[in-house]
């Protein structure tokens, strides 16, 4: 089992707002992912970290920016949301091989 | 470039059918590494199983069975006797053996088990 938690699990919010999608895990993991996935669709990788004060961007491209200021957290930061922004995230992080994900966090976007 | 390939989109049986859930892979590395993972309603994806391109062995898991052979670059899944709870999207995921972030899914496949 992996211990890794995303908050909020669900989000409304107004097109304009800043937003903040929570990510922490408490395995120690320095590799942290955040994935993009539209319904009945595939994952895709828009932000990735390799540890500490290391972010760099994915396949995907995304409006959104990442921190990662410690081991354990990795937020995703959305500026001005927009209704295009309507999506699951789901947050990952990695010790050697398998990424272990938290529950999600589906964003709608009025 | 590396891709992965979920022909079924769908599939839908009756509770105690056996399933196969098909993937197919392509990679230009030697070393590799494939998965399985599963996310139910809820949404949060499951990890089930890694392989390695070493690794031919399959392998077996209570009621689940997986099938990795390198000549078709295949890396299938079998649930035996499915259960409704088994209902989910299974994704199958390649990383290679150079890559430092990323898994590539394939689309998914929705396995609906009906009671």
């Known amino acids: 089992e992996a211990d890794i938690y995303q908050t909020p699990r669900y989000l409304v919010i107004g097109t304009g707002k800043k937003i903040t999608l929570e990510c922490s895990q408490t395995?120690?993991?320095?590799?942290m992912y955040w994935y993009q996935q539209d319904p009945g669709m595939e994952l895709h990788l828009i932000h990735y970290?390799?540890?500490?004060?290391?972010?760099e961007k994915g396949d995907l491209s995304s409006e959104s920016t990442v921190s990662r200021i410690r081991t354990e957290h990795f937020p995703l930061t959305l500026e001005s949301a927009r209704p295009s922004h309507t999506s699951q995230y789901l947050c990952?992080?990695?010790?050697?091989?398998?990424?272990?994900f938290g529950p999600g966090t589906r964003l709608t976007v009025t | 470039a590396q891709k992965v390939t979920q022909a079924q989109t769908e599939i839908s049986v009756v509770e105690k059918e056996d399933v196969t859930l098909d993937c197919v892979y392509e990679?230009?590395?030697?070393?590799?590494?494939l998965f399985w993972y599963k996310q139910p309603p809820s949404g949060e994806l499951v990890f089930l199983i890694r392989r390695n391109s070493f690794d031919e062995q399959n392998e077996i898991s209570g009621r689940y069975s997986w099938n990795f052979q390198k000549s078709t670059s295949s890396f299938n899944f079998t649930i035996t006797a499915s259960q409704v709870v088994d209902s989910a999207v299974y994704f199958c995921?390649?990383?290679?053996?150079?890559?430092?972030?990323?898994?590539?899914f394939g689309k998914g496949t929705l396995l609906t088990v009906n009671p």
């Open positions: 995921a390649l990383r290679d053996g150079g890559s430092n972030y990323k898994l590539t």
């Open positions: 395995m120690g993991h320095d590799k």
């Open positions: 990952a992080s990695r010790l050697c091989y398998e990424q272990y």
């Open positions: 970290s390799y540890g500490v004060n290391s972010t």
């Open positions: 990679t230009r590395d030697t070393t590799y590494y």
